[in-house]
């Protein structure tokens, strides 16, 4: 059982995450496009981990004896200047959800919701982690500039990245 302000904000979450999701798979598309494979794919897992996010969300909410309510999802920007513009962006989306995320505790506190408050406490380190790597991407762009050799190496390096499921079954059991 969850008290309707903690449901509301978890369902509204579920709802960030898929957008985030949508959000990376679109910015992943234009530097696919742009010919970044590498960006592409950081961004791609980024997508994946999003989704993740947003099911384990879900699977709390029905875990709590609820159902989460479901909303339109936003479609995402199309199309970027460059490369520096879509990572200041993931900067400050990341930034974003960490907002969220607080609100939402705060909100568990008030409700005295431990259970709620316990389970958020991984996505309150997770967005330390996530503001951290796009922080660190954001300036590496910075230095590049209008580098292309510096930058073909960075994308070089993003293509080495891989989907980790942040909640495998035998752990989420
Ligand atoms: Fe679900 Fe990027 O935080």
Redesign the pocket.
């Known amino acids: 059982m969850l008290k309707e302000r903690v449901l509301k904000a978890l369902s509204n979450q579920v709802n960030a995450?898929f957008y985030?999701a949508y959000l990376y798979l679109g910015m992943s598309a234009f530097a696919d496009r742009a010919g970044y494979k590498g960006v592409a794919n950081w961004l791609y897992v980024?997508s994946q981990?999003?989704m993740a996010?947003a099911v384990h969300i879900y699977k709390h909410i029905l875990e709590r004896g609820e159902a989460p309510s479901f909303a339109d999802i936003k479609a995402p920007q199309a199309s970027y200047d460059s490369v520096k513009e879509v990572f200041e962006r993931v900067l400050a989306?990341?930034k974003h959800?960490s907002g969220l995320i607080d609100n939402i505790a705060t909100i568990a506190m008030e409700e005295r919701d431990h259970a709620t408050y316990n389970f958020l406490a991984w996505?309150v380190a997770?967005?330390v982690e996530?503001e951290s790597s796009a922080e660190e991407l954001v300036s590496k762009v910075k230095l590049i500039g209008d580098n292309p050799a510096l930058l073909y190496d960075l994308d070089t390096a993003l293509a080495a990245r891989t989907f980790t499921d942040p909640f495998p079954p035998a752990a989420a059991d």
């Open positions: 995450e985030s980024q981990e999003e996010h989306h990341e959800v996505f997770e967005q996530e």
